[in-house]
C-alpha cells in the first residue's frame, strides 16, 4: 500500500517540469491528486504530458494562483469531486528571468512574481486550511517549494530572491501559527534542478554548472518530489518549520572546486 493511499493532494504548477514528478510521486505512491497551470494551455499540456506517464485519474483545472476567483474556482472542483484535502504542494512559481538587473527592471514586474510566489502561495494556503483542513480531524499539511537562491543571491532575479526569502520567512510564521491547530508546513529548497531550460543550455556551461555542484550534477525533478513527499508523510510528522535543502551540496562550499585552490 502506498504512503498517500487515500489522501487527495493539490499540487499548484503540476503541469509542467518539476510539477509533473511532484505529481506522478504522489499519483504512484496512492494518492488522488489535483493539479493546476496559469492557464488553459498549459494545463491541457501537463494533463497529456501525465497520461503519458501512464497516470490516470489525475483532475487538471487551470488556476492562475495569483487571481482570487480562480484559486475559490479550484477548491470548488476539490470540494464537488473529493470532498477533503491532505496535501497541499505550494510549487507554482514565477522565475522572473528576463527582468534585467535591479536598476532597469519595471517595478511591475517585480511585484508580478511577489503576487503569485508569495501572496498566491499565502492565499492557496489559507483557503486549503479554512475549507479543508481545519474542517477535517486529520487536518492537513504544507509544502512549500522555496529556493536555495533564498539565502545565496542569484544575477538579475531580485525579484525572484526576494520571493525565495519571503517564502522561507511564511512558512515559519505559518508553522508557529498553525502548529497548534495540527497543521504542518515546511519548504524543499531546491538547487539546480534539470528542467527543459536544461535542453537549451550550451553543453560548456550545462558541465561547468555540474562542476559547481559538490555531487557533480543538478537534481533531477524526482529528487526533489522526493524531498517534498518526505515532508509530506507521516515519518516527518514531528517536522514544521523546516526549510529542508536539496542542492547537490551547493550551499554548504565556500567556492566551486575549480576556483578553490
Ligand atoms: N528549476 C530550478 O532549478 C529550481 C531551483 C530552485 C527552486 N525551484 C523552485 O521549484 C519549483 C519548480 O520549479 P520549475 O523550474 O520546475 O518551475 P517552472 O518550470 O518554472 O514551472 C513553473 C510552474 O508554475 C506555474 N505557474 C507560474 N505562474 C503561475 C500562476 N500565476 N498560477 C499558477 N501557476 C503558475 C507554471 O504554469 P504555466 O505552465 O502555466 O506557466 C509552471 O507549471 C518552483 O517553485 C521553483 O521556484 C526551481
Known amino acids: 500500500m502506498g504512503r498517500f493511499e487515500g489522501k487527495v493532494v493539490l499540487v499548484t504548477g503540476g503541469n509542467r517540469n518539476t510539477g509533473l514528478d511532484l505529481v506522478e510521486r504522489f499519483a504512484r505512491e496512492g494518492a488522488k491528486v489535483f493539479m493546476c497551470g496559469s492557464s488553459a494551455a498549459s494545463t491541457a499540456k501537463g494533463a497529456d504530458a501525465l497520461k503519458a506517464r501512464g497516470l490516470e485519474g489525475i483532475v487538471a483545472q487551470p488556476c492562475d494562483i495569483s487571481d482570487p476567483a480562480q484559486v475559490t474556482a479550484l477548491f470548488d472542483t476539490i470540494a464537488r469531486e473529493s470532498g477533503r484535502l491532505d496535501i497541499l504542494v505550494n510549487n507554482a512559481a514565477n522565475q522572473g528571468i528576463g527582468h534585467g538587473g535591479p536598476l532597469e527592471m519595471e517595478a511591475d514586474r517585480f ?52 520571493s525565495k526569502g519571503a517564502i522561507n520567512s511564511m512558512v515559519r510564521a505559518l508553522a508557529l501559527d498553525l502548529a497548534p491547530l495540527g497543521i504542518r508546513v515546511n519548504a524543499c529548497a531546491p538547487g539546480y534542478i534539470h528542467t527543459e531550460r536544461w ?53 554548504c562550499q565556500h567556492m566551486p572546486e575549480d576556483v578553490d585552490v
Open 199 to 251: 535542453n537549451t543550455l550550451d553543453p560548456k556551461l550545462a558541465a561547468r554548472r555540474r562542476l559547481n555542484c559538490p555531487l557533480r550534477k543538478e537534481a533531477a525533478g524526482a529528487d526533489i518530489a522526493g524531498v517534498v513527499a518526505f515532508l509530506a508523510s507521516d515519518d516527518a510528522a514531528n517536522m514544521t518549520g523546516e526549510i529542508v535543502t536539496c542542492d547537490a551540496g551547493c550551499s
Open 111 to 162: 511585484w508580478d512574481v511577489l503576487k503569485t510566489n508569495v501572496v498566491g502561495g499565502f492565499r492557496v494556503t489559507q483557503m486549503a486550511c479554512n475549507r479543508f483542513f481545519m474542517k477535517q480531524e486529520s487536518r492537513g499539511v504544507v509544502v512549500f517549494l522555496s529556493s536555495n537562491t533564498a539565502q545565496r543571491a542569484i544575477r538579475k532575479r531580485t525579484a525572484y530572491c526576494t
